[in-house]
């Protein structure tokens, strides 16, 4: 039964696919450390639900085990690969194209159905990390790869470069063997964060994260991370960058996960002057919109900041002047501040 169900998952174009037994979570007491040290920053919503996270059969009646599928996202080849422009290499690379909410719910749910189609009365529920799971540790559990000291989970053959999904089951599943560490005494990813928001290994601390910064944050951003943010306008790639285990998968093609024909387009000066109706209608169903254009105009500022005379330095003064919202308008005024030779 559990190959069958995992034969499913690959059938629905999953890359990975493993079964986990539901029950309380090995890592709860570690968790509740990292809440109370205050290491989820702004993310209220990490502190809340605590008890279902520890212990999913909670999100489902009768849940006895899930399916943990994961999805590759890079290395990217062809129309997918690195982009042009100075506006889509400094976003993280899941974030380039389609939402992969939207892509992986839809996988998943052509699953539940061959689910209950092979077993009739089985009751199963889609989760694509919006429920409240420690799905990193339940697809660690289902054997799908062994979390690394930047925790993220890693597998030997696709590094830490996938999306993680989960289908809960009430089937009575055997579970995947696991994965032995892959990390040893290598410190690469904690050497390459920016920011330090990797004080330890597998711990991050997301008052120093920029991928919480540039995506969760509202608000002005701390004057000491702004330079950071001219190499990161959407999320952080930094610690995959430089793990080992991310020069070994083979390069694909997953036209889901390249810019999208409108947004594509977009560079730096062109989101920093972007309306708001052109922000729904050109960034529709892209991750993008997780930062709110606000956000995304904050950060586009600070990514020109030093920038030299020109169109980017004009969308500068266009935003300082004139800027929709006071956040970006200082944002825009910051920038501008740092001449050219800031940029050395």
């Known amino acids: 039964m559990a190959e069958r169900v995992k034969d499913l998952a690959r059938a629905a174009g999953f890359d990975l696919a493993g079964i986990a037994p539901l029950g309380p979570a090995v890592t709860g007491e570690a968790y509740r450390r990292w809440l109370a040290r205050g290491d989820q920053a702004g993310m209220a919503w990490m502190e809340r639900n605590v008890e279902l996270r520890l212990d999913p059969r909670g999100l489902l009646a009768g849940a006895r085990s899930a399916l943990v599928v994961g999805l590759r996202y890079a290395p990217l080849t062809g129309t997918a690969g690195d982009p042009p422009g100075d506006l889509w290499p400094r976003v993280a690379r899941y974030a380039r194209g389609r939402d992969y909410h939207d892509t992986m719910r839809e996988r998943l749910e052509r699953v539940a159905a061959g689910v209950a189609g092979l077993w009739p ?13 420690l799905e990193r540790e339940l697809a660690a559990r289902a054997g799908l ?30 579970g995947d063997p696991p994965i032995a560490d892959l990390c040893g005494e290598c410190t690469r990813c904690l050497d390459a964060c920016p920011t330090g928001a990797l004080p330890e290994p597998r711990r991050l601390d997301a008052r120093r994260c920029l991928s ?88 586009a500022a600070l990514a020109l900041a030093g920038t030299p005379p020109g169109r980017a330095r004009e969308a500068l003064a266009a935003a300082a002047e004139g800027g929709p919202t006071a956040i970006v308008r200082a944002a825009a005024a910051w920038a501008l501040a740092l001449g050219p030779e800031s940029q050395d």
Do not use: M
């Open 121 to 133: 009365g089985t009751r199963t529920r889609v989760c694509v990390d919006t429920a409240p799971l």
């Open 145 to 174: 790869g062994a979390v690394g000291k930047n925790t993220l989970l890693l597998h030997p053959e696709a590094g830490s470069w996938f999306l993680l999904g989960e289908l809960l089951l009430t089937l009575d599943l055997p």
């Open 212 to 299: 919480y910064w540039t995506i969760e944050h509202r608000g002005e951003l701390p004057e000491p991370l702004r330079p950071a943010v001219r190499d990161r306008v959407f999320g952080c790639d930094a610690c995959q960058e430089a793990c080992p285990w991310n020069r070994r998968p083979e390069p694909l093609e997953r036209p889901e996960f390249a810019p999208g024909r409108a947004g594509g387009l977009l560079d730096l000066a062109g989101l920093l002057g972007l309306s708001e109706p052109a922000y729904r209608e050109r960034l529709r169903g892209s991750p993008l919109r997780r930062a709110k254009l606000e956000g995304l105009q904050r950060n």
